[in-house]
């Protein structure tokens, strides 16, 4: 998902601090579904700013020696209709499956058996537990999230049961030796 978006989105609801905007990433557990850092949310922050596609509503002195002073933002006119053509991108963008063990899958056979093991073994006890979170949220926020919010987290537990069952594959393979054997048909130098 796009940095951008996300501030503008959360700003087209209401004015929001940065760390408001952290925290309300937090809560809705965007942070479950999406790789954020805190330094790119305060770097894309002040980019929106430089950019005029939000401003600051109110600069809030705080207490204490050395503190920097809180400032507010909301999103201008230029910021909500960067906000629709980012909006429009995401729908045009062509999804591709992206899990980190794809790329290992062609040379797996030459990895280390017992090692290659346990990190499948990690890798299924990762994603369910990231299922059994999102459907914690679910079952916890359902029905007073937004209606697309909802869908996103059932869109990520669903895409989750698929991982399951193809790491469940994998692990499988590994366990019968299946996954370590070399070609069972001799190709031809052209096919390879």
């Keep these: 998902m796009s940095?951008?978006?996300?501030?503008?989105?959360?700003?087209?609801?209401?004015?929001?601090?940065?760390?408001?905007?952290?925290?309300?990433?937090?809560?809705?557990?965007?942070?479950?579904?999406?790789?954020?850092?805190?330094?790119?949310?305060?770097?894309?922050?002040?980019?929106?700013h430089k950019d005029g596609l939000i401003e600051a509503a109110e600069v809030v002195s705080v207490p204490g020696d050395n503190r920097p002073d809180k400032t507010i933002y909301r999103i201008t006119e230029a910021g909500k209709a960067s906000f629709q053509d980012l909006l429009h991108?995401?729908?045009?963008?062509?999804?591709?499956?992206?899990?980190?063990?794809?790329?290992?899958?062609?040379?797996?056979?030459?990895?280390?058996p017992v090692k290659v093991e346990?990190?499948?073994?990690?890798?299924?006890?990762?994603?369910?537990?990231?299922?059994?979170?999102?459907?914690?949220?679910?079952?916890?926020?359902e029905g007073v999230i937004p209606r697309g919010s909802e869908l996103m987290i059932r869109g990520f537990?669903?895409?989750?049961?698929?991982?399951?069952?193809?790491l469940t594959e994998v692990l499988d393979a590994a366990r019968s030796g299946a996954l370590f054997a070399e070609h069972v048909k001799t190709m031809k130098q052209d096919d390879r």
């Excluded at 996300?6 to 929001?16: A, D």
Aim: charged content about 25%.
């Design 3 to 48: 940095m951008r978006l996300l501030i503008l989105g959360l700003l087209m609801e209401c004015e929001r601090h940065p760390y408001d905007i952290r925290q309300t990433i937090k809560y809705r557990n965007w942070n479950e579904c999406f790789k954020l850092r805190d330094g790119s949310l305060y770097y894309a922050v002040d980019q929106l």
């Design 89 to 112: 991108a995401e729908f045009k963008q062509n999804s591709y499956p992206q899990h980190p063990l794809f790329l290992t899958m062609p040379f797996i056979r030459h990895g280390d």
């Design 118 to 141: 346990a990190l499948i073994v990690k890798q299924l006890a990762d994603c369910e537990a990231r299922i059994e979170r999102m459907i914690a949220v679910l079952q916890l926020k």
């Design 157 to 166: 537990i669903q895409f989750g049961e698929t991982e399951k069952q193809w």
